[in-house]
């Protein structure tokens, strides 16, 4: 009998056990994933599929299914080499912000005081509808400004920019990140300084910014400060040739549709080595690659001995920065989120079944072509998301979501 109670003293109570194998991939919900993933293929919507995710530091999920490239019959596989557009920024984040951790910038410093082409900053304002004057910014653009997208720079039609930025021609790959940045600055504003989240450019000035602290090519320092200590070897701006033939096509959705969008409009950046490495745009990467960068990031900075940011750091990247503004464009479309350094980052839960799903506290971005990856420390739990697949498809991304968690309504 003491034996038996010994024994039983032992067992994992009954509750102790369910908190153990409680988890949000489970059996159901890899059941969804295959289910969805499939009928992302079947139904057209794009050629290919892939996805990982990672919970409590193990493989909680892996599949592919349809095409890398369609048309030479290549398989959507572990080892394709997608073209991951703006889910380079937060790469070009964290590379910033190993800087920041070495005293060379303060968030809150003026642009200008490293970037002296930004001082005194015009911006077009419209008065009466009827005539565009430009006039002194309100405040310096500070380094803050360009991590959360709240410096001004901006696009508007209505003040004349969308034709002043496509003449400065600005991130033509023929450019330096130093010619792009001296182009920019010569434009105006469409808004004073944070007073308004609007996407875009700034993550190629933080990559210019770091560029001109460490007195060496931008993509060099990314290498060294991130790829290279975390063994991200299939991650560049470069593709060599011996790799191409791993390299997924991207497809053009139409309503009947799925046409390939010719190679040298998507991969000639890729292709050649050019003076434009830009910030916001330009890698490809694996998705365990890609992997690798999130799991670094959800582990506070650090990842196989290897540290590449503090927590402190990480923490505040986390974190919503975006101030009070007068519009957020379409952010507000992700949901209930704000912004911090490089990352939108979920501040509430959904409230709507529209919405996407999630947990408050994650962290996460996407890419043109509609890849996804995010960052829930609630839950211990990453994922990436590979498709190739233009215009980009935030129905893809809603039914990925709730196809892990479960439909939130």
Request: net charge negative.
């Amino acid at each position: 009998m003491a034996v038996i109670s010994l024994i039983l003293s032992c067992q994992p109570s009954r509750q102790e056990s369910t908190e153990e194998v409680s988890t949000v991939v489970n059996d159901l919900a890899k059941a969804r994933l295959d289910s969805v993933l499939q009928s992302f293929v079947s139904d057209s919507i794009v050629a290919g599929v892939s996805a990982l995710i990672i919970e409590k530091g193990e493989e909680a999920y892996f599949n592919a299914f349809g095409f890398a490239d369609r048309e030479a019959g290549v398989p959507m596989a572990r080892n394709t080499i997608a073209t991951i557009y703006s889910m380079t920024k937060p790469i070009t984040g964290t590379t910033l912000m190993s800087l920041y951790e070495e005293g060379m910038f303060d968030l809150e410093d003026s642009l200008s005081l490293y970037l002296p082409e930004y001082a005194n900053m015009k911006v077009a304002t419209l008065y009466d509808d009827q005539e565009v004057t430009l006039v002194p910014s309100n405040r310096p653009i500070t380094i803050a400004d360009i991590t959360r997208h709240t410096a001004g720079f901006s696009r508007r039609s209505d003040l004349g920019l969308d034709s002043l930025n496509a003449q400065a021609d600005l991130l033509n790959v023929e450019n330096t990140l130093a010619e792009m940045s001296t182009k920019l600055s010569e434009l105006p504003l469409g808004y004073h300084p944070g007073t308004r989240w609007e996407y875009g450019i700034s993550v190629d000035v933080q990559a210019y910014l770091a560029e001109t602290l460490v007195g060496k090519p931008f993509a060099e320092y990314m290498q060294e400060a991130v790829l290279s200590p975390l063994k991200m070897t299939e991650t560049g701006y470069y593709v060599p040739e011996d790799k191409r033939d791993r390299v997924a096509a991207i497809y053009y959705k139409t309503d009947s549709s799925l046409t390939r969008v010719p190679d040298e409009q998507v991969h000639t950046i890729n292709y050649q080595h050019w003076p434009m490495t830009p910030g916001g745009w330009g890698l490809k990467s694996t998705i365990d690659d890609y992997m690798t960068f999130a799991q670094m990031m959800l582990n506070k900075g650090s990842l196989n001995g290897v540290t590449i940011l503090q927590p402190e750091t990480v923490e505040l990247m986390a974190t919503n920065h975006l101030p009070a503004v007068e519009d957020s464009l379409w952010l507000p479309s992700k949901g209930q989120v704000g912004f911090g350094i490089d990352f939108a980052v979920r501040v509430a839960e959904p409230k709507s079944a529209e919405e996407n799903n999630g947990a408050v506290g994650e962290f996460y971005w996407d890419g043109a072509a509609s890849t996804l990856f995010w960052i829930d420390p609630k839950n211990e739990l990453t994922a990436v998301l590979f498709v190739q697949v233009f215009p980009f498809q935030g129905e893809v991304h809603k039914k990925f979501r709730d196809a892990v968690y479960g439909p939130a309504f």
